[in-house]
């Protein structure tokens, strides 16, 4: 089993910048890749960003060019630099992870960003 806990989340002002930590924990070998989901209100989960083992990393559309994901493997974390936030991006961010053997997913409990305009 991996663990995912996610922390940093708050409130902060539209245009202002944000980080959300995850640490994992467990059977970390199984880890393979690394991300981010949110899910706003009223609003199916949609995917942010991911950091595979090897350091690739993807973006949604929706964020491309002003958030960054990054991974200390050694430290078991990923991490979500959230730049020129706008009210659309408040919602639940969720830690993910793609492992290598059953159960194959993990996710953290979420934590609440909220910005505000």
């Known amino acids: 089993q991996v663990q995912l806990v996610e922390s940093g989340g708050g409130l902060v002002q539209a245009g202002g910048s944000h980080r959300l930590s995850c640490v994992a924990s467990?059977?970390?070998?199984?880890?393979?890749?690394m991300g981010w989901y949110r899910q706003a209100p009223g609003k199916q989960r949609e995917f942010v960003a991911l950091?595979?083992?090897?350091?690739?990393?993807n973006y949604a559309d929706s964020v491309q060019g002003r958030f960054t994901i990054s991974r200390d493997i050694a430290k078991n974390t990923v991490s979500l630099q959230m730049n020129s936030l706008k009210p659309e991006d408040t919602a639940n961010y969720y830690c993910?992870?793609?492992?290598?053997?059953?159960?194959?997913?993990?996710w953290g409990q979420g934590t609440q960003v909220t910005v505000s305009s």
């Open positions: 950091c595979t083992s090897s350091g690739m990393t």
């Open positions: 993910h992870a793609l492992l290598r053997r059953t159960p194959f997913v993990s």
């Open positions: 467990g059977n970390i070998a199984d880890i393979n890749v």
